[in-house]
């Protein structure tokens, strides 16, 4: 069974500019979370899509959007990019059984801005 | 607001001792914790959970403590070994979902 897909792996930015990942979750799960990776903060919770709807958001600012479509593929955007979100994003895909433990990430996408 | 603390950013273990790693929450309503474990360019996998019902979960060499009182809990690793060399994150759920509150991780570093 393939794992959870992030792309691309790694990205260049500027700062102003705008990105956009991508995360595909293991075939079946309906629930996709994104993390943001960084050295001074650690792992923190960005927002979860299930089937199709945001679920959860964590405290970031509106410049971080997300999406996800009826495959359970999801996207995420980040508008006027700044210094300081260079970071590690991470995707996580889970069952809907309810079970924490079913949560799995993937490799995640490096985005340095400069 | 950090809810769950790892205030350890690194523990140094000699191959075969026990590595103790620390986590302190702040909030009273978690219920369920979790570590995960992650290697360099990986994303984090799942390694031991733990129920606030329970005080003590075993799962071959690691071993999870919950201090439900002292709202701490410790992951233990007997005998450690070098290919447990990672970051460990502790983490707990957020009010629904599946979204989690991870520390900010202690990475180990087991010597032989």
């Known amino acids: 069974k393939a794992g959870v897909t992030q792309t691309p792996r790694y990205l260049i930015k500027t700062r102003g500019q705008q990105v956009t990942l991508s995360c595909s979750p293991i075939s079946g799960h309906r629930s996709v979370s994104w993390y943001q990776q960084t050295p001074g903060q650690g792992l923190q919770f960005l927002f979860e899509y299930f089937s199709e709807t945001q679920r959860n958001k964590g405290n970031f600012p509106g410049r971080f959007s997300g999406r996800q479509f009826s495959n359970s593929r999801s996207e995420m955007n980040v508008s006027t990019l700044e210094l300081g979100d260079s970071a590690l994003y991470l995707c996580?895909?889970?069952?809907?059984?309810?079970?924490?433990?079913?949560?799995?990430f993937g490799p995640g996408t490096r985005l340095l801005v400069l | 607001d950090q809810q769950v603390k790892q205030n350890s950013p690194s523990l140094s273990v000699q191959e075969g001792r026990i590595s103790i790693l620390n986590c302190d929450y702040t909030?009273?309503?978690?219920?369920?914790f979790l570590w995960y474990k992650k290697y360099p360019a990986e994303g984090p996998t799942f390694l031991i959970s733990?129920?606030?019902?329970?005080d003590k979960n075993e799962d071959g060499r690691f071993t999870v403590f919950l201090n439900k009182s002292a709202k701490h809990l410790s992951l233990h690793i007997v005998p450690s070994q070098p290919g447990d060399s990672a970051v460990y994150f502790c983490a707990a759920p957020l009010n629904s979902g599946y979204a989690l509150n991870f520390g900010k991780g202690t990475s180990l570093l087991v010597t032989p």
């Open positions: 996580a895909s889970s069952l809907t059984s309810g079970v924490q433990e079913t949560q799995y």
């Open positions: 733990i129920s606030s019902i329970k």
């Open positions: 909030n009273s309503m978690f219920d369920y």
